[in-house]
């Protein structure tokens, strides 16, 4: 839900801090990367079926769950709807889709994630401006409409990922496109074998890929928080063609400030969706380290100069090189799981991907820790105004990137030892197998 | 799309290929109505 509909909440719930919803949101990324991790083994053996059921009736379950909190102002049903229940949820659906689409594209890994990831980012560019429309719907006299939007979210969420659910196919065992060979033999970043899902975190290659994806996504999620309040204190009247600070602005002129400042916003969202789909599939070309060495580097050097595009006045310049951070985010989450398939091979993909994204789930604390503190030592300790307060933040989140390139830069082939032998991966297949059997 | 698994070929059948342009539809149809409003509110960034 968008930045209004977090306001009307927090209207209802007669809350004397964001913080306190906030809380909602930290529940919402822990319970996401945990689910996803403690649940990712009981995934691969139960099928995406069962799992995109049970992700459905979480988060379906924890919007109406919200909607009872809403309705009798109790914020911690809001934690346990919302956060807790509904992050659970989350985490499953994010990769179930992912899982099974690897095992159907060997030869397109990085298009195949990119598009069940672009869909997880799709959702919001429906979910955003139909929670709107739903409350412009329901509101009256006596009622903002929150809790009616959360209960008809929650039949509408539940429906359509029960018919995704049930849509389901996983491939038939050792499946292979028809007249496409696997290319570990040519390309040693690329294995065709299988490591399990209990040895991957010991190998170093797991926690090299999860200090990429924690540092592009805690540098992302920082950059998210701060691009709309920085363009309009960075900009301030200029937006709207006066030479006025943001503070010397009318209420009517702020108002314009702020339509603009969401207008950025919403772009952003849509080409973090973009670059979702074009670089994870540009990596199948590129090669996965190769398009990680280009998102660190290339974001190094826009993070650092966010700041002189701001001194220099030019809003395009601004904007372009935000939008480009954006799509550079998104294809980090995007190329992970291809990245863990090439190196971990296809079997335990989907729970692999599970664990890493505890990853995500530091990076959702981190992110925002990061910058909300910067900007408060800077602004009431340093007395910088604020403006400029931005500017250390983004030179510190380039920091962030410089140790997710070297995290990039240390990706090996993993070990012989750590790989399944055929007798052990035979003996998975036919449980996995097993399983998805029985559910059927 | 058509490949091989361990044992056989594969090929999906006509209903596979209805369910995926229904899919598509139902998915295809909000997500441009969804796109379509986010690219309405960030044309305010370009007047």
Redesign the interface.
Known sequence: MGVCEIDKVQNIMELGKISTLGWMYTLFFVYLGSSAAVFGHWLEHAGPRKAGVVAALCWAGGLLISAFGVHIHEIRLLWLGSGIIGGCGLGLGYISPVSTLIKWFPDRRGMATGMAIM?FG?GA??????ADLLMKHYQTDTSVGVWETFVTLGVIYFVAMM?GAF?Y?V????????G?QPVAQQKAMITSRHVHLYKAPNTPQFWLLWGVLCMNVSAGIGVIGMASPMLQEVFGGRLVDLTVTLAELTKEQKGAVA??A???T??L??LNILGRIAWASASDYLGRKKTYFTFFTLGMILYASAPYAGSLGSVALF?AIFCIILTMYGGGFATIPAYLADMFGTQFVGAIHGRLLTAWSMAGILGPVIVNYIREYQIDVLKVPPAQAYNTTMYVLAGLLLIGFICNLLVKPVAERFYMTDEELAAERKLAHDSSSNSK | ????????E?HPSQA?WA?VVV?WV??GI??A???W???Q?????FK
């Not at chain 1, 491939?171 to 028809?178: I, R």
């Not at chain 2, 509110?41 to 960034?45: M, S």
Request: positive net charge.
């Open positions: 869909g799709g560019m429906i979910g955003s401006p139909l018919c849509g196919r491939p038939p065992t050792g499946w292979k496109p028809a496409w339509a603009i969401a207008g950025f919403g772009l969202s849509l904007v | 799309m058509h490949g091989t698994g361990d044992n056989n594969w596979s369910m899919s139902l998915v909000p997500l109505w969804g796109i409003k986010t690219l509110k960030a044309a305010v960034l």
